[in-house]
């Protein structure tokens, strides 16, 4: 079964950290663009970062620079996020999602073809 399992979630101080990941299960990502959106309430779903794999083209959103780093293991299949010094408005429902790299068209989160359910994270004292 093809399926995007996301982890890691929670409830952090301002200041701290959490390290999502998200596992491919049935496809290889070799061959895709992949990855990690919010959703805040009261929002619109946003791009955090994403990785081509076909080219090695990497976004990451603004505001979560030097603060954010998206990594992949091929080993197992899976990318991780590894967010840092989170703010209270970091606080959302993270999700990742992958593309097949021929149909990427940059990490707006459009046409993907999987998407995963989605993590909880929130950040506040």
């Known amino acids: 079964q093809v399926q995007l399992v996301e982890s890691g979630g929670g409830l952090v101080r301002p200041g701290g950290s959490l390290r999502l990941s998200c596992a491919a299960l049935?496809?290889?990502?070799?061959?895709?663009?992949i990855g990690w959106f919010r959703q805040a309430p009261g929002k619109e779903r946003e791009g955090v970062s994403c990785?081509?794999?076909?080219?090695?083209?990497?976004y990451l959103l603004r505001s979560v620079e030097g603060r954010f780093a998206m990594s992949r293991d091929p080993v197992t299949n899976t990318v991780s996020l590894q967010m840092n010094s989170l703010k209270p408005e970091d606080t959302a429902v993270y999700f990742c999602?992958?593309?097949?790299?021929?149909?990427?068209?940059?990490?707006?989160?459009?046409?993907?073809?999987?998407w995963g359910e989605g993590t909880l994270v929130t950040v506040s004292s």
């Open positions: 999602a992958a593309v097949h790299w021929s149909n990427y068209e940059g990490c707006l989160g459009r046409v993907m073809d999987y």
């Open positions: 049935g496809f290889n990502l070799d061959y895709y663009a």
């Open positions: 990785i081509n794999m076909n080219d090695g083209t990497k």
